[in-house]
């Protein structure tokens, strides 16, 4: 008996010393590193199975509503057709402006799996590692859509199902 009152303190600290796994962090701007000049190449699948090539480029710095946004235009080589968006990080969160409408949260890097931000419906982290995040909403007969990131690079596949099915996954990727 004396014995085991000796082991229980022993065995109380080493309980207390044992850590809890703790999922990976990171800021939104280690899963999207925004800087004039980065560009990054992708391939774009529709339902139809058309290839189109597509370069995402950060291409100057932009305030709206008295926040600093990065401009990111999209080039659709295949039509030439040009989109631009803007993004800019806040600590673990990213987000992305169109001038004409409100600002959006992309992505919520402080959440853990399970756990949700919303982005035109809710995103709910799916997976978490040291170096990727994907984020999904759930996928319904008529919508679904997953984003995945990957620290020190960017979006790697974005992918949409619904009325139009589309793949976008990273070829390469150019940060200054």
Same mark, same amino acid.
């Given at each position: ?21 703790? !999922? ?7 899963? =999207?590193? @925004? +800087?004039?000049?980065?560009?990054? *190449? ?57 001038? !004409? ?7 919520? =890097?402080? @959440? +853990?799996?399970?756990?949700?931000? *919303? ?58």
């Amino acid at each position: 008996m004396k014995k085991l009152i000796r082991l229980i303190p022993l065995l109380f600290a080493l309980l207390l010393s044992c850590e809890s796994p703790v !999922e990976p962090t990171g800021s939104a701007k280690e899963f =999207f590193p @925004l +800087k004039v000049g980065n560009k990054w *190449y992708y391939n774009l699948t529709y339902s139809d199975t058309t290839s189109i090539d597509e370069i995402w480029e950060i291409t100057g710095r932009k305030t709206l509503d008295n926040k600093e946004y990065y401009q990111m235009v999209t080039n659709r080589l295949k039509n030439n057709f040009k989109d631009t968006l803007y993004y800019r990080t806040n600590g673990d969160t990213l987000f992305s402006k169109r001038p !004409e409408f409100n600002e959006q949260i992309i992505a919520d =890097f402080s @959440l +853990k799996i399970n756990e949700t931000t *919303y982005w035109q419906d809710d995103l709910k982290v799916t997976k978490k590692t040291g170096d990727t995040m994907t984020f999904e909403t759930p996928f319904r007969a008529d919508y679904g859509y997953s984003i995945t990131f990957k620290k020190g690079i960017g979006i790697s596949i974005q992918i949409q199902n619904g009325f139009i099915y589309y793949k976008l996954k990273l070829i390469k990727v150019e940060l200054k």
